[in-house]
């Protein structure tokens, strides 16, 4: 059903899945540059194929809704939610013998801005582990996403400028949502309201759309993408306070690297037990783990706790058939 060519490819319709080089013909599970390359064809979801259209220019697309079974090349495709930014979506190919669950990135909590992911059964399971530590034990959504509002009020209140960085797509439009539905006044940097006017032509509502005039605004929160050089777009900011909001906020040295006052770990990925409960759900007789800095140690807790697990294209790699 699969094989590993510096990537997963499904065999009969030799479907890349998430390939970052061109393909003939690529499934991209969302818009992150990191999963899609400017393919011949790409099969994804409408919302998907408006941000990928976005970021790579015009595209030829077929575009796939979430629960609607296709037929491609010998295989049944069907996607589903994956709770990671809005568009994002899960594989599952079926041949008729067996059945390959691909999750891309995703994450079972709560999102104000993508759809709850959903988990199929599936005989075999391909999952991203970016949080594949015990380290990632995120604390309740309701208590960060509690922490951001107040922590943003409070440098209002000091008469300084809250600047919280997060992803361009996905990460930006959640912080956004979440600070206008608390009555917090937002300006975007530009490479974010890009993408923020996308997500408000496919229905996703983010509140007032502003993006930063060029100077400062008293009483606003900003949204801008990681990195302070990107900051260049962000001229006439006073007394600026930096916040990361990233599941990677758990490591003691993401301050310092992300060069911010604070950093809260809001994550769109699935934290480690949601790993753990993936698995329960899917009930998967194999496990293939891709992602993430420590794969081959999750891969490894994973057969430790009984289940018959491998790292992606590495050991005992094969085909199915």
Not at 178 to 189: F, N, S
Request: charged share 25%.
């Amino acid at each position: 059903m699969f094989h590993f060519d510096r990537g997963l490819k499904l065999t009969r319709p030799d479907l890349a899945v998430d390939f970052r080089r061109r393909q003939p013909r690529g499934f991209i599970s969302h818009a992150h540059t990191d999963h899609m390359a400017r393919h011949e064809l790409a099969l994804c979801t409408p919302a998907t194929a408006e941000l990928y259209r976005l970021r790579l220019g015009p595209r030829r697309v077929m575009e796939v809704h979430y629960r609607t079974t296709i037929e491609w090349g010998g295989l049944r495709l069907t996607a589903y939610p994956a709770g990671h930014c809005l568009g994002s979506a899960m594989l599952l190919a079926d041949d008729g013998h067996r059945t390959l669950l691909y999750t891309g990135d995703f994450k079972l909590g709560a999102s104000a801005t993508a759809e709850a992911a959903e988990l199929p059964r599936a005989d075999v399971l391909v999952m991203e582990c970016t949080f594949g530590s015990p380290v990632y034990r995120f604390p309740p959504r309701e208590e960060i996403v509690g922490e951001l509002r107040a922590l943003v009020r409070r440098i209002l209140d000091w008469n300084r400028t809250p600047v919280v960085h997060a992803y361009a797509l996905g990460k930006s439009q959640e912080v956004i949502k979440l600070l206008t539905d608390d009555g917090i006044p937002v300006l975007q940097h530009e490479d974010v309201y890009r993408v923020s006017c996308v997500y408000q032509k496919l229905g996703a509502s983010l509140g007032p759309m502003v993006v930063y005039p060029g100077h400062h605004v008293d009483g606003h929160a900003i949204v801008a993408p990681p990195g302070r050089g990107r900051l260049a777009k962000l001229p006439g900011l006073r007394r600026p306070v930096h916040i990361a909001v990233t599941g990677w906020a758990l490591h003691q040295g993401t301050r310092g690297r992300w060069a911010v006052d604070y950093a809260l770990p809001l994550s769109d990925h699935a934290s480690y037990d949601e790993l753990f409960s993936t698995i329960e759900q899917v009930e998967p007789r194999e496990i293939y783990c891709t992602h993430g800095p420590e794969v081959d140690r999750f891969v490894q807790r994973l057969c430790d706790a009984g289940h018959i697990a491998y790292r992606l294209g590495a050991g005992r790699q094969r085909r199915l058939f």
